[in-house]
């Protein structure tokens, strides 16, 4: 009897009744083998968007020549199977650009384009949208530039700059189709946390090292990145590069990265959206959310991770948001969120984790077992 018991599986008992649709970001199609795995799977999981990348250093190995063949499979596959992508064009250029502009603006995963390369960079998403809005009809449902571009890391330049190249964005996608939506490249849970606490509304979360972090330790990291600003050792501080990107940059609608502690959600989703303009008056969509914690969380079994996902969903589904995208379909250890995934590789192929059941039951309550 207790040995059955400590065997039991998670079972789901949640049912949706929000108006979010789940699906799963970045579900693997680089090959043949990766898209037989989200041909099988993806309908038994009742998904129906998905997100990948459109990285113009693979589309344009040099300049004017584009290689469209790899994308062509992806597109190809996801009209085929009904599924709907966000697109996330990064915030990198190819090589040939790279080298022409000064070490200043570039780093190893972002660059800050100048007036020449945002040109260069309207042409590619002009030429991408034309040839698979029309091509594969359906399949490109939103779009967007950059992704967690709080941190220097993720983007090189500083909040003007970005702006520059979101607006360029902006405006090259709306003259192939003004009614595509433009999403705002997507705001990390550090950063979606940072504010939450500093605001009072959530007492403590998880830094990405494992650490706890308060409202005062938020407030004192500000402070002193106003005392380097003040000294010139920074051209901006966080909250500037923030209020700059909400305020000034053309967008729809915006995204946040939801992860780890699902019951302080609302309170992430609530301190983003008390910063948006006014005049604001798109959605939040979650191209992000998974667990567990990367470090403080590391020693949660699969059947723990599996109850932990029933959580993210039922508080993701609380919320006004259009849809929300589980990172990912199969566990990569080359993501920070490593275990956040509905399956393992393993020796023969693809694992399913007891996750995947959850997720099944509570998004696709009529597949079959």
């Known amino acids: 009897m207790l040995l059955s018991v400590a065997c039991a599986q998670p079972q789901a008992t949640y049912t949706l009744d929000g108006d979010t649709e789940f699906g799963i970001s970045f579900v693997g ?4 083998a990766s898209r037989a795995v989200a041909a099988r799977h993806l309908p038994r999981l009742g998904v129906a968007i998905t997100r990948l990348e459109a990285d113009w250093g693979f589309r344009e190995p040099a300049e004017g020549t584009y290689r469209w063949g790899p994308m062509d499979a992806r597109m190809d596959f996801l009209q085929e199977l009904g599924v709907r992508a966000v697109v996330t064009f990064p915030a990198d ?3 040939w650009l790279r080298e022409r502009l000064e070490p ?3 780093n190893e995963r972002s660059v800050a384009l100048d007036g020449v390369g945002r040109r260069a960079f309207a042409a ?8 698979y809005l029309e091509r594969n009809p359906g399949v490109v449902g939103w779009v967007q ?7 220097r890391t993720n983007y090189v330049g500083n909040g003007a700059d970005l702006v520059l190249s979101q607006n360029a964005f902006y405006a090259a996608v709306k ?3 003004p009614e595509l939506t433009v999403v705002l490249g997507g705001l990390s849970v550090g950063w979606l946390a940072g504010l939450a606490a500093h605001d009072g509304t959530v007492v403590w979360f998880w830094d990405a090292d494992g650490s706890v972090r308060t409202g005062d330790d938020v407030r004192a990291l500000l402070a002193a990145e106003e005392a380097r600003f003040a000294a010139g050792a920074v051209d901006e501080t966080p909250l500037v590069r923030l209020a700059t990107v909400l305020d000034e940059a053309r967008y729809d609608w915006v995204d946040a990265h939801l992860y780890d502690q699902w019951e302080d959600f ?3 989703v609530e301190a983003l959206r008390s910063r948006l303009p006014e005049a604001f008056a798109g959605r939040i969509v979650v191209t992000e959310f998974g667990g567990p914690h990367p470090v403080a969380e590391r020693h949660l079994s699969d059947a723990e991770h599996a109850r932990m996902i029933e959580r993210y969903i039922r508080a993701i589904d609380g919320l006004d948001v259009a849809f929300a995208l589980h990172f990912r379909l199969v566990r990569s250890s080359g993501a920070l969120h490593d275990r956040s995934g509905l399956m ?3 020796l023969f192929g693809v694992v399913p984790l007891p996750a995947y059941d959850v997720f099944r039951r509570i998004n696709a309550p009529g597949a079959g077992d």
């Open 104 to 106: 200043a603006r570039v």
């Open 266 to 268: 609302p309170a992430y």
């Open 145 to 151: 530039f950059g992704n967690e571009w709080g941190s």
């Open 124 to 131: 590619y998403v002009r030429a991408f949208l034309e040839r």
């Open 344 to 346: 393992r590789p393993g």
């Open 175 to 177: 003259a192939v189709d």
């Open 93 to 95: 250029a190819p090589e």
């Open 29 to 32: 199609l680089a090959d043949e």
